[in-house]
C-alpha cells in the first residue's frame, strides 16, 4: 500500500476552496476503492484528477456527487461541511456532474431530458424554455427543444449533460471523462466552452486519464493512484514524464521477462483485418495485419476505444470480420483458417481468451466455480465426452485449478460471485490455461485485481509463454504491458500505428505514441 | 501542443451514429386524420366494389365502437403502465375484476357506483402488480400471469358469494342497470337520411358517422375523451414527464430526483383502473350481457396488442383498438361475406402501400407487398366466406403479422420491463 | 452453493401464506377455515380422489416441465397453451383416422403430438429470431388463435363428429389408447410412467449434456456464452421448439388414457398451470413434480367444499396466492443468500482481501 507522497506543489492559496475532500476512503467487497484521499479544489478552477483506469477516480466523483457515501472522511463545499447522501443533496450543494456514460432518456426531447427533475424552478413551459435557450447558448447546443435526443450526435448530447447540469444552478461541474467520445474538434469546442464558464466563475473538475488534455486545460491536476491522492501539481510547469511517473507509479512489482523465448513458429496470423463500424463510415478495425510466433507476448498499447475491444472480439468471432483472415497454426504446423468459423470452433482450434469485462464475458455469476469451469470447454475433456458432462472430471479439475492457481475459495460449490475479483480472475486465467492452448488473448488480465493476484497472474503468464505459448496482450497498464511484452504494436483510431521495443522503451514514450503525438521516437504521426 | 487523442466514440452508447435520421414533421393529430381519411375511403371503395354494404352500415359502426371500448381502455391501461417501465400482461386479469365490480356496484347503487367500484378493483390488481414488480423485483410477465389467475379465482369467488343467490348462478349475475345512451339527434337523422341515398363515398362515411353519434353512453365519451386526456398528462405535464423518465432511464431519473417508485405506483394504479373500466364497459353497456363468466375472452390480451399496434402512443393505441373493433363489429353485423369484403379492402391497401414503396424505390418491400396483395385476393377470389369459426381471430392475426413486419420501428419506452432497484446501477 | 433455506423455504413460506390469506377470506365469507381446510384433505381419501389427483398432476408435471425447459433460457414461453391444444387436436384426428397395430398406433399419435406442438412453438421462436417480435406477446395472440383453430377443425365440415350435444374428433380405436393401471376406485393414467421418464430425461439433458450445460448458460449470460461459443440465436430456437414438443405431450394423458377424442369443450388452461407449477418448482423435475400434485391436491379437493357450502374458488384464490408470493420469497431469499455467502467468502478469507486497494473491480 502506497502512502500519499508530498505534494509536488503547494496549491496556491486563492480563498476558499470550493471542494475539500479530506481523508475519503470507501470500500467495497473484497476492495478498497478509495484510501484516504484528500483533495482541494480553488474556486474558479480547472481542477484536473489523473490516474490510471480503475485507480479509483470514478469512485470518488460519485462520492462527491452522492451516489455513494464514503465509510470515512469528510467533504466541505465552499468551506461547509457537508453530508451528501444522494445526487439531489449534491444539486443543492451546487455541484453537477456529466456523467461519462449519459444519464440521458433516448426516447424524451431535449427539452425534456433538461427539465426532468427540475420542473419545480421554471415549469416545464414558457419559462423553462427561455431559460434553455440562454444556456443552449452559452454551451453552442444548437438542437431544437423538442428534438428527440436519439437524433442528438454525441457531443450535442454531452452539451445537453451540461446544460442539465447548468439549468440546476450548479457551481462545481464534475466532468468525468468527457473527451473519451468526443472527436478532436468537438473536444477544442468543449474546451473553449469550459474556458468561457471558467472565466464566469464556474469551477470544474475534469477526470481524465489523457496527459495532454491535461495540460491543455487544467489550472491543477492531482494524480490518483491505487485508490489514493500521491499528489498535486501545477500542469503549466510539471513536465509529461513527472507526471507518468505520479500516475504509474514505480512501486509496483514489475512484470519484467528478459531472456527472450520467441520462436520462429508463427501461431496466429492476421492479414489485413477490417471491421466495419455501426452507423459510421469509419472502420472500427482498420487494415489490421501482425504474427504472434510461439513464445512471444505481443502486447497492444492504445489508449481505450481505439478499437483492441473489437479486435479482440473478432479474434474470438464474437464480430464477423467484414475483410481480412485470422489464420492459426496448431503445434503440428498445420494452419487453420478461421475467418468463418464460430467462436466456439476458434475455441476448440487452441485458442485461451481473458475477456476484459469478466463479470460480462467470462463467468455465470451464480452459477458455482465448477460450472464455470465449463464454460468456453463444453466440448473438450475434462469437461465432457461427447455430448455428455463428467461432472467428476470437471470437479477434480476445478480443485485442481483452485489449487494450482492459488484461487482463494471455501470450495469449488460457491457461485462465482461470491469471489473478489483477484480470485475470480486467476480461476479464468486457470481455466483458459488448462485447454492445452496454443494462442492466449489476454485483455486487461489484471484489471481490478489486487496486487497479489496481479503477480500470480504475471507469472502465470510468463511460465505459459516460456513453454512455448504465443499470447497476444492488450492492457491499459504500461508497465504490465512493457514488462510482459515480447513485441509492442501501438493501435490509434483501428489501426496498427507503431511498434516499440520493450526493452528500450519507457511509459512515456509509449504513451506519447498512444496518442499520436508526434514529439515522440516512438510514434508515427499518421 | 494541441489535443491529438482522437479516441473513438464509445460503441456502447447509442449515441455514437453521426447519421442524422430525418424524422417526418407531420404532426400526430394530422397523421392521425390522414390515417382515418386512408381507412375511410379503402372501406367504402371495398364496399362500393363488392356491394357488402355492411362494410360502412351504421349498425356496424355503432355495434364496433362498443366492441373497442373494452380494447381501447385496456390498450390505455396498457401504455400508463409501459410507459412507467412496468409491463403489464396482468390486465386481462385486472378487466376480469373490473367486470365483477362493476355489476356489483351498478346492482345495488346504480350505474355510475358500478364505474366507481370497476375503477377500484382494477386498481386493486394494478396495485399488486406494483407490489410484486417495484418493490419485489418479481419479474413482470410472471406477476402478470399470477395476477391474471388471482383475478380470475377472485372474481369468480366472489360471484359464488355474491351473484348465486341473486341470480341463481354462480356464472352469472342478476340483471343489473346499464348507462343511458344519447344520441345526436339532429345529426343522427341528417345522416341516417345521407346513408339510404346509396351515394358512394357520401353515404358510407354518413354511415359510419351514424353509428359513432348514435345511442352513445357516458361511459363511451369518457373513453375517448380519456384518449387525449392520456396525451395531455403524460407529454404536457410534469408529473407524465416525471413518470415517463421512470420508462426510459430510472436510473437517471432517480439521480434528478424523481422518486421512481412511486410513480411507478401510481402508474400501475392508473393502470388498473383503466383496466377495470374497460371491464365495466363489458357490463354497464346496452347491447352487452351483464356479468358473466369468461366475459372479457382476452380482451386484455387484444388490448395489450393494440397499444403495442399503436406504437405506445395515444393516437396509436386508438387507432389499433378501432381496427379491432371495427374486425369484431363487422363479423358480428355482417358475418363471414364482410369479413371476406374486408379482405378485399386488405388488397387495395397493400396495393396503394406497394405504391408508396415502388415511389421511394424500396424494391423488396413493394414486391413482398404484391406478393402478399396476391395471396390475400387469391383468398377473397377462391372463397365466398370465410370459415366463421377463424373469423373471431382476425384481429390476432393483423396483431402478428404487423409485429413481424414492423416489430423493429417500434419504440417501446427502453426501460421497459426491466427490473430496477435504487441504489443499483 | 445453495442452501436447502434457498430451495424449501421460500414455496413454504408461500403455502404457509396462502393458506392464512385464504383462511381470512374464508372468515369473512362466514366460513370455518378449519372445516374447509379439514374437509379438503378428508377428501383426499374418499373415493378416487388420491388417483385423480395422481391423474390431473401427470398433465399440470408435463405442462410444468414445457414451461421450465423455455425458463432455463429466460424464455417466457407463455404459449404452452396454445402449443398443446393444437398438438391434442392434430394428434386426435391422426389417432382416429388411424388404423394401426397397437403400440405402434400410441406411438404415432405421440410424435404426431410431439412434432404439432414443436411446429406451433417455432412460429413465434421463428419470429423473434429472425424478426425480434417477443416471445411474449405472440403467443399470447397464438394462444388465442389456436381457439378458432380447433373449432374449425372439428366442425363437422372438417373433423368433426357430431356426438349428442358434444362435438369432437373422431374416437380412437383401443389399438391407439394406453391403459390405466386400476388403482383402488380409481384408475390411474398408465401415461405416469411416461411423464415419469420425460422428467428423469428433463433431469439428465439439462445436468449431464453439453447442450444443457449451454441452454443455462445462455439463460444466465447471453454475454458470457457467446464467448464461451454458444450460439444465443440458435439455443432460443430449439429451446423454444423443445419447449413445445413437451407442450405437444400434455393433453396425451387424457387423450389416450380417458376421453379418446378431443373437442371444444375440452380442458383450457393447462399451459397457466404450468407457469405457475414451474415457478413453484423451481424448474427442478423433482420441484416441478411436487408443485403439479399440490396444484392438482388443491383442484381435486376443492370439489368437496361444496359440501360444506364453501365455494371451491377459493382454491383458485390459494393458487394465485401460491404463485405471487413463491416468486417474491425466491427473491428475497436469494438476495438475502448471496449477501450471506459473499460475507461467508469474506470470512473464510480473512480481513486479509479486505485490506488490498483494488479499485475499479466495482
Keep these: 500500500m502506497s502512502t500519499a507522497e508530498a505534494p509536488a506543489e503547494a496549491v496556491p492559496d486563492r480563498g476558499v476552496p470550493a471542494v475539500q475532500l479530506t481523508g ?104 423553462a424554455r427561455a431559460r434553455l435557450a440562454e444556456l443552449a447558448e452559452r454551451t453552442g447546443l444548437r438542437a431544437e ?102 500516475m504509474v507509479g514505480s512501486e509496483l512489482p514489475s512484470p519484467e521477462t528478459r531472456e527472450s523465448t520467441v520462436t520462429d513458429r508463427a501461431v496466429l496470423r492476421l492479414t489485413g483485418l477490417t471491421l466495419g463500424a455501426e452507423g459510421s463510415d469509419r472502420n472500427a478495425l482498420d487494415d489490421v495485419s501482425f504474427t504472434v510466433r510461439a513464445g512471444e507476448v505481443l502486447g497492444i498499447a492504445g489508449v481505450e476505444g481505439n478499437g483492441q475491444t473489437e479486435l479482440v472480439e473478432t479474434i474470438m468471432g464474437m464480430r464477423k470480420a467484414s475483410g481480412g483472415t485470422i489464420e492459426l497454426v496448431d503445434a503440428e504446423g498445420k494452419a487453420r483458417d478461421l475467418t468463418k468459423a464460430g467462436t466456439l470452433a476458434r475455441r476448440e482450434a487452441g485458442i485461451g481468451y481473458i475477456a476484459e469485462d469478466r463479470t460480462r464475458h467470462s463467468l455465470l455469476l451464480t452459477q458455482p466455480l465448477w460450472v464455470n469451469r465449463m464454460l468456453g470447454y463444453q466440448t473438450r475433456e475434462p469437461v465432457s465426452k461427447g455430448q455428455l458432462l463428467d461432472i467428476a472430471g470437471t470437479r477434480s479439475d476445478t480443485e485442481r485449478i483452485v489449487r494450482e492457481y492459488d484461487v482463494r475459495t471455501p470450495g469449488i460449490d460457491v457461485p462465482a460471485a461470491a469471489l473478489s475479483g483477484g480470485n475470480q480472475q486467476k480461476l479464468i486465467v486457470g481455466r483458459e490455461l488448462s485447454g492445452n492452448p496454443v494462442l492466449l488473448i489476454a485483455s486487461h488480465p489484471t484489471r481490478g485485481v489486487d496486487v497479489g493476484a496481479q503477480a500470480l497472474i504475471w507469472e502465470n503468464i510468463r511460465q505459459a509463454r516460456a513453454a512455448g505459448l504465443a499470447v497476444l496482450l492488450i492492457s491499459a497498464d504500461l508497465d504490465e504491458l512493457i514488462g510482459l511484452s515480447d513485441t509492442i504494436r501501438v493501435m490509434l483510431r483501428g489501426r496498427l500505428v507503431s511498434e516499440a521495443d520493450p526493452a528500450t522503451v519507457t511509459p512515456q514514450e509509449l504513451g506519447s505514441a498512444m496518442t499520436g503525438a508526434e514529439d515522440d521516437t516512438a510514434g508515427d504521426k499518421e | 501542443m ?80 409501459e410507459r412507467a417501465g412496468v409491463v403489464n400482461i396482468g390486465l386481462e386479469g385486472m378487466m376480469i375484476l373490473g367486470t365483477w365490480g362493476a355489476a356489483w356496484g351498478s346492482y345495488y347503487g346504480g350505474v355510475w357506483v358500478g364505474l366507481l367500484a370497476a375503477i377500484v378493483f382494477g386498481a386493486l390488481g394494478g396495485l399488486l402488480h406494483a407490489v410484486a414488480t417495484v418493490t419485489f423485483n418479481v419479474n413482470h410477465i410472471v406477476s402478470g400471469v399470477a395476477i391474471n389467475l388471482l383475478g380470475l379465482g377472485v372474481t369468480k369467488y366472489l360471484a359464488n358469494l355474491i351473484f348465486e343467490p341473486l341470480s341463481g348462478n354462480p356464472r352469472q349475475s342478476p340483471v343489473v342497470p346499464k348507462f343511458d345512451t344519447y344520441s345526436a339527434s339532429f345529426l343522427s337523422d341528417w345522416l341516417g337520411d345521407l346513408e339510404k341515398e346509396q351515394r358512394v363515398g357520401i353515404s358510407d362515411v354518413a354511415g359510419i358517422l351514424r353509428g359513432l353519434v348514435t345511442e352513445v353512453a357516458p361511459l363511451t365519451m369518457i373513453a375517448i375523451i380519456l384518449v387525449p386526456v392520456s396525451f395531455w398528462v403524460l407529454w404536457r405535464t410534469r408529473f407524465g414527464l416525471r413518470l415517463r423518465s421512470c420508462g426510459e432511464n430510472p436510473v437517471a431519473a432517480e439521480s434528478l430526483g424523481v422518486n421512481v417508485y412511486r410513480h411507478k405506483y401510481v402508474a400501475m394504479l392508473i393502470s388498473g383502473g383503466f383496466a377495470g373500466m374497460g371491464g365495466a364497459s363489458l357490463v354497464l353497456l346496452r347491447g352487452g350481457a351483464d356479468y358473466l363468466e369468461n366475459q372479457t375472452n382476452g380482451r386484455g390480451y387484444i388490448g395489450l396488442a393494440a397499444m403495442i399496434f399503436g406504437n405506445w402512443r395515444p393516437g396509436g393505441l386508438l387507432g389499433g383498438a378501432a381496427l379491432f373493433g371495427y374486425a369484431d363489429g363487422l363479423q358480428l353485423a355482417g358475418g363471414g361475406e364482410a369479413v371476406l369484403a374486408l379482405l378485399y379492402g386488405a388488397v387495395i391497401l397493400v396495393a396503394v402501400i406497394v405504391v408508396v414503396q415502388l415511389f421511394r424505390r424500396q424494391w423488396i418491400a413493394a414486391g413482398l407487398g404484391v406478393l402478399g396483395a396476391g395471396i390475400l385476393y387469391l383468398i377473397y377470389w377462391s372463397n365466398d366466406t370465410l370459415p366463421s369459426d377463424l373469423i373471431p381471430y382476425t384481429a390476432h392475426f393483423v396483431t402478428l403479422i404487423v409485429l413481424a413486419v414492423a416489430s423493429q420501428r417500434l419504440r417501446p419506452p427502453k426501460a421497459d420491463g426491466q427490473p430496477y432497484r435504487r441504489g443499483e446501477d | 452453493m445453495t442452501s436447502w433455506r434457498t430451495k424449501v423455504l421460500p414455496p413454504l413460506l408461500a403455502i404457509v401464506f396462502a393458506v392464512l390469506l385464504s383462511a381470512i377470506a374464508l372468515i369473512i365469507s362466514g366460513a370455518d377455515p378449519l372445516e374447509a381446510y379439514g374437509t379438503m384433505i378428508g377428501q383426499m381419501f374418499k373415493g378416487s380422489t388420491a388417483v385423480d389427483t395422481v391423474n390431473l398432476a401427470t398433465v399440470y408435471y408435463l405442462s410444468g416441465l414445457a414451461v421450465a425447459i423455455g425458463f432455463q433460457m429466460n424464455l417466457f414461453n407463455i404459449g404452452v397453451e396454445g402449443q398443446y391444444r393444437f398438438a391434442a387436436v392434430i394428434a386426435a384426428i391422426a389417432g382416429g383416422a388411424l388404423q394401426l397395430p397397437p403400440v405402434l398406433h400410441t406411438l404415432v399419435i405421440l410424435i404426431v403430438a410431439v412434432v404439432a406442438g414443436a411446429a406451433y412453438a417455432a412460429i413465434p421462436a421463428i419470429l423473434k429470431v ?71 430425461a428433463y433431469w439428465f439433458m439439462l445436468n449431464r449434456t453439453r447442450f444443457g450445460f449451454e441452454l443455462k448458460a445462455s439463460g444466465e449470460s447471453t454475454t458470457a456464452a457467446a464467448a464461451g461459443g454458444v450460439n444465443a440465436k440458435k439455443m432460443t430456437l430449439i429451446a423454444m421448439v423443445l419447449s413445445g414438443g413437451v407442450a405437444g405431450l400434455v393433453a396425451m394423458p387424457e387423450l389416450l388414457g380417458r376421453d379418446y377424442t378431443y373437442g371444444i369443450t375440452s380442458t383450457q388452461m393447462y399451459g397457466f398451470t404450468g407457469i405457475a407449477v414451474a415457478l413453484l418448482g423451481r424448474n427442478h423435475p423433482g420441484g416441478i413434480a411436487l408443485g403439479a400434485l399440490l396444484w392438482a391436491f388443491l383442484d381435486t379437493s376443492a370439489v368437496s367444499l361444496e359440501q360444506i357450502n364453501v365455494s371451491k374458488e377459493i382454491a383458485t384464490i390459494m393458487q394465485g396466492i401460491i404463485v405471487l408470493s413463491v416468486v417474491v420469497a425466491y427473491e428475497v431469499v436469494r438476495r438475502a443468500d448471496l449477501a450471506a455467502e459473499q460475507r461467508r467468502v469474506g470470512r473464510a478469507l480473512g480481513a486479509k482481501s479486505s485490506s488490498v486497494a483494488g479499485g475499479g473491480a466495482v
Design chain 1, 145 to 246: 427543444p423538442d428534438t428527440l435526443l436519439e437524433e442528438l450526435g454525441v457531443a450535442d448530447r454531452q452539451r445537453v449533460e451540461i446544460v442539465k447540469v447548468l439549468y440546476r444552478g450548479a457551481k462545481i461541474i464534475i466532468l468525468d471523462e468527457p473527451t473519451a467520445v468526443l472527436v478532436p474538434q468537438e473536444v477544442d469546442a468543449l474546451f473553449a466552452t469550459v474556458r468561457e464558464m471558467k472565466a464566469d466563475g464556474y469551477t470544474f473538475l475534469f477526470i481524465s486519464h489523457k496527459l495532454d488534455e491535461v495540460r491543455a486545460i487544467a489550472d491543477t491536476v492531482t494524480v490518483i493512484r491505487r485508490g489514493t491522492t500521491v499528489g498535486t501539481a501545477d500542469p503549466k510547469t510539471i513536465t509529461s514524464r513527472q507526471l507518468a511517473e505520479m
Design chain 1, 24 to 127: 475519503i476512503t470507501k470500500r467495497f467487497p473484497g476492495v478498497v476503492a478509495n484510501s484516504d484521499v484528500n483533495l482541494t479544489v480553488a474556486a474558479g478552477e480547472v481542477h484536473a484528477i489523473c490516474g490510471e483506469n480503475g485507480a479509483g477516480k470514478s469512485t470518488l466523483m460519485k462520492i462527491l456527487y452522492g451516489m455513494q457515501p464514503p465509510d470515512e472522511g469528510t467533504i466541505a463545499i465552499n468551506g461547509d461541511e457537508v453530508k451528501l447522501r444522494n445526487p439531489q443533496d449534491a444539486i443543492r450543494a451546487g455541484i453537477g456532474m456529466v456523467h461519462q456514460h449519459f444519464m440521458l432518456a433516448d426516447n424524451l426531447t431535449v427539452g425534456e431530458n433538461v427539465f426532468l427533475g427540475a420542473e419545480a424552478l421554471h415549469g416545464i413551459g414558457r419559462a
Design chain 2, 2 to 81: 494541441a489535443v491529438t487523442d482522437i479516441s473513438r466514440p464509445d460503441p456502447g452508447s447509442s449515441g455514437t451514429m453521426p447519421v442524422h435520421r430525418k424524422r417526418s414533421r407531420v404532426p400526430g393529430w394530422l397523421r392521425g386524420v390522414i390515417w382515418a381519411v386512408i381507412a375511410i375511403a379503402v372501406v367504402s371503395t371495398a364496399s362500393y366494389s363488392t356491394g357488402v354494404s355492411a362494410l360502412t352500415s351504421s349498425n356496424t359502426a355503432s355495434t364496433a365502437l362498443r366492441l373497442a371500448l373494452p380494447i381501447l381502455l385496456c390498450a390505455l391501461g396498457g401504455l400508463w403502465a
Design chain 3, 130 to 200: 429472425t424478426r425480434g417480435v417477443s416471445e411474449v406477446i405472440a403467443t399470447i395472440m397464438l394462444n388465442s388463435i389456436v381457439g378458432g383453430i380447433i373449432a374449425f377443425l372439428i366442425n363437422a365440415d372438417q373433423f368433426g363428429v357430431q356426438r349428442g350435444n358434444n362435438i369432437g374428433t373422431r374416437e380412437i380405436t383401443p389399438s391407439g389408447r394406453i391403459p390405466g393401471i386400476p388403482l383402488g376406485s380409481g384408475t390411474l393414467f398408465g401415461f405416469v410412467v411416461i411423464a415419469a421418464i420425460i422428467g428423469a
